[in-house]
């Protein structure tokens, strides 16, 4: 952030204000994390917090603090909406244009109060009046640790702060694997255990509360992975009556796409997930080295992300989605194969 932005910022947030903080539709856990990290370090600036989710996110980021206290645009909309429209700030986390807030767009768009955005998603629009992105950065998690600490308020990182934020930092770097996970992201984490993250304990809560249901479908989706070798591509496909013999509930199919990531010699791996619900087909793309799947998901699935991973969607059926895909691979494959 420039000097300038940091100077007016620590002036604007000396004195109480009425703040909403909004993270990106369908919340993830460095969603969830950075949005209750920057809610409980602002509530100790004395200002009026309230956390405002576009929609419902997974049972294992339900114990994070401060998780009771966050509001669902879609199911509770009039409070929600006269929040909005009677704060002074409205911080925007971990996407980079309204669109992908879903139903809230346009609340937001009208919406009068002071835009900040934290964010280190590609192309980020340019509502806010404070705009930290960065898209070098691991997580909205690590920008909002490096947001306090410009304010000079690292001092207020307590444990509470420390264990929301470790969360999308964790869940982000997949565990501190990605190649968004530098020296710096390692610093932070280490100065949040410090600060009292039970780095064990956030790990189990995460990754290690599967019901049995998860992992069939788990099994199911592994049963489903094909793979195409001349591309060094693979993609799993779920069905709805897939999602339901198995209990599907929101959050049961995060990271499985990684799956095709991991066999040997696959450089591009997909999922594409039928929601009949919504009419469309969710796409997860994720990649290795410098393919980017954020141009691949701009250019055929209306979405978009980070070079190595990104989301779309098709208003086609499941078939013909995998049909597209399939289809427009030939096109990249002289770069697949040069990874
Ligand atoms: P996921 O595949 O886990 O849903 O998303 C991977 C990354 O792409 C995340 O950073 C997510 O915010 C971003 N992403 C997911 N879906 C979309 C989308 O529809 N549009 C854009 N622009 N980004 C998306
Ligand atoms: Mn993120």
Known sequence: ?????????????????????????????????????????????????????????PHFLKWIPGNESILKHDTQRDTCEDLINNVDIIFTLDFNAFHRTGQMETVLAHSKALKIMIDHHQAPDDYATYTY?????????????????????????????????YVGIMTDTGSFRFRSTTSKTHAIISKLIDKGANNNEIHNNVYDTNSYERLQLLGCALTNLKVIPESRAAYITLSQD????????????????????????IVLAAIFIEDKNE?????????????????????????????????????????????????????????????
Request: glycine residues 10%; negative net charge; charged residues 20%.
């Open 1 to 57: 952030m420039k000097t300038q932005d940091i100077t007016s910022l620590k002036q604007l947030l000396s004195s109480a204000k009425k703040i909403v903080i909004v993270p990106h539709k369908n919340p993830d856990g460095d969603a969830i994390g950075s949005t209750l990290g920057l809610y409980h370090y602002l509530k100790k600036g004395n200002h009026d917090v309230t956390v405002i989710a576009p929609n419902d996110y």
């Open 133 to 165: 992105s960065d898209v070098s950065m691991s997580s909205t998690c690590e920008m909002v640790y490096n947001f306090i600490d410009f304010l000079g308020d690292e001092h207020l990182v307590d444990n509470t702060i420390a264990t929301c934020l």
């Open 242 to 265: 897939e999602l339901q013999k198995y209990n599907y509930k929101k959050g049961d199919t995060e990271g499985v796409v990684n799956y095709g990531l991991s066999l040997d010699g």
């Open 279 to 339: 009419g469309i087909i969710k796409i997860s793309l994720r990649s290795k080295g410098n393919f980017s799947v954020n141009e691949m998901s701009r250019a055929h699935f209306e979405g978009g992300g980070h070079t190595n991973a990104a989301g779309g969607k098709s208003d086609l059926t499941l078939t013909e989605t995998v049909e597209k895909f399939i289809s427009i691979l030939p096109s990249y494959n002289k770069a697949l194969n040069n990874e």
